[in-house]
């Protein structure tokens, strides 16, 4: 696999002009983007994965449906459709962000100290979509992610205020 490559950020998430290897860029504890999909299914229910035991960020707990970095030259659009390919199988275009089918719900600002021992410094761009999906039908990337579930959205609610409870 190839190294990974980010544009660097100032703290106000602007492109400093900086390019450097995702390693480096964590090790440095610098700032860089990230990108976050919610996925409803318009019943009520949340798309939730398991994140693959091995990663290195909140190992083997649920997260939103699809997550991950923006790759140096990226868009944040660009990104999730990457990554909803990679993590998901899934295949979304550019037109759906364009037609407001995919629609970005904010930019929340990440600083926190990894498990590890450096610095995850990342704004994410959220975005969300309401999709009908038959999660039998959905291959999972292996490393990434070990299962998919749909959750009650007012349970995440619930879980959002006792995050400890949640994972239980």
């Known amino acids: ?12 998430g602007y492109k400093s002009g900086l390019v450097l290897p995702k390693k480096e860029v964590h090790e440095r504890g610098l700032w860089h983007g990230g990108i976050h999909l919610w996925i409803t299914d318009g019943k009520g229910n949340i798309l939730q994965q398991r994140r693959d035991a091995s990663k290195p960020i909140m190992p083997d707990l649920w997260d939103m449906a ?12 660009a990104a999730v459709i990457e990554e909803a390919g990679e993590e998901l199988d899934l295949t ?37 979509v309401c ?24 349970q995440l609610v619930i879980d959002l205020k006792d995050p400890e409870a949640a994972q239980q």
Not at 99 to 115: F, N
Request: hydrophobic share 40%.
């Open 1 to 12: 696999k190839t190294a990974e490559y980010f544009d660097v950020l100032d703290d106000k």
């Open 131 to 154: 999709l009908a999906l038959d999660l039998a039908g959905v291959t999972l990337e292996e490393g990434e992610v070990s299962e998919v579930r749909w959750y009650p959205c007012d």
């Open 92 to 128: 979304l275009t550019l037109e759906q962000f364009l037609s407001g089918e995919i629609s970005l719900i904010g930019v929340t600002r990440v600083d926190m100290l990894t498990p590890k021992g450096w610095w995850h410094r990342r704004f994410d761009y959220n975005y969300a």
């Open 66 to 77: 699809v997550a991950g970095h923006i790759p140096a030259g990226y868009t944040s659009e």
